[in-house]
């Protein structure tokens, strides 16, 4: 990390309580706006004004700092009425995240569009979940800019790609050619690295977000890309006894459950 950089503490939300929280605990941003909230229970998503107004209460309380949003992040594992048939024996491996959203192009379209719109008012990037290959990515910028053109929208949001499996760890450089930054969710990255299933109690011993392995995957990832910004918005960073060693991952931007705010930015200060 250079010396003297600031890092920011930002936050992970879903609502607006939770924006509401993180400013007040001094969050400089949010690192993750996590949209699912607006999905769950609905006998049909969202149409692009009713996630506009959804997506303008959850992050008004942020108005003013840089807001990240992620493109929906549902599977299998947490259904959806409307994907009712989507039936996988092995749902974390199977479509998820951006693989769903390759299938269901109209969800994708809804999304961007709105955030598109939502750049009007706010300092928005865009995160993109469940990145394995780099065509999910090529993808996405895609169809982002044909949207943004149609929109006549000529500043495009930075479009950023989650790190959470192994393979897009180690496909960094290639993810950098549509990728303006990454963010680590070490959530999913420790279950994928491990094979073990992070709701799973019985094989909690398998689970180790601290593990060196997990630091390694995020060395190799900074050292493919130098000068790419990398982030961290999984459980591990708001965990201030590993704040000094992520820094040495290269990590500039922590994000963080709104309580753990003032913790990890304490943490930083001392290293
Ligand atoms: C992660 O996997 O670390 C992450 C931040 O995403 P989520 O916990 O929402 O899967
Ligand atoms: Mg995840």
């Known amino acids: 990390t250079r010396k003297g950089a600031v890092i920011p503490v930002l936050a992970n939300v879903g609502c607006q309580e939770d924006t509401r929280a993180a400013v007040e605990n001094g969050a400089d941003g949010v690192g993750l706006y996590r949209i699912e909230q ?18 303008n209460r959850t992050l008004e309380p942020a108005k003013g ?5 992620r493109l929906l992040d549902i599977g ?3 259904p959806l009425p ?12 199977g479509r998820r995240g951006v693989r769903l959203l390759r299938e269901y192009p109209e969800l994708l379209n809804t999304q961007l569009r709105t955030i598109l719109k939502l750049s ?4 928005i990037r865009i995160l993109v979940p469940m990145v394995t290959l780099p ?19 000529t500043s495009l949001p930075e479009l950023g790609a989650m790190i959470e499996t192994p ?63 990398l982030s961290l918005c999984g459980e591990l960073a708001g965990h201030p006894e590993h704040t000094a060693r992520l820094l040495e991952c290269g990590i500039e931007t922590f994000s963080v459950a709104p309580p753990l ?8 200060r001392n290293v």
């Open 38 to 55: 607006a999905y769950f229970g609905r006998l049909k998503p969202p149409g692009a004004e009713e996630l506009l107004e959804e997506m």
């Open 65 to 69: 700092k840089s807001v990240c949003v």
């Open 76 to 78: 299998a594992d947490k």
């Open 82 to 93: 409307f994907l009712k048939f989507m039936a996988e024996s092995n749902p974390s491996l």
């Open 120 to 123: 009007e008012e706010f300092d």
């Open 135 to 153: 065509d999910d990515m090529g993808m996405v910028r895609g169809r982002l800019e044909k949207i943004a053109s149609e929109m006549e929208v």
């Open 167 to 229: 393979a897009a760890a180690l496909s960094a450089g290639e993810l950098a050619a549509h990728s303006d930054f990454l963010s680590f969710g070490t959530n999913d990255l420790t279950q994928y690295t491990f094979a073990a299933d992070r709701e799973n109690a019985a094989v909690e011993c398998y689970f180790d977000d601290t593990a060196e392995a997990i630091f390694k995957l995020m060395r190799i990832t900074r050292d493919d890309v130098p000068g790419m910004p």
């Open 261 to 268: 705010i003032p913790g990890v930015k304490e943490a930083i």
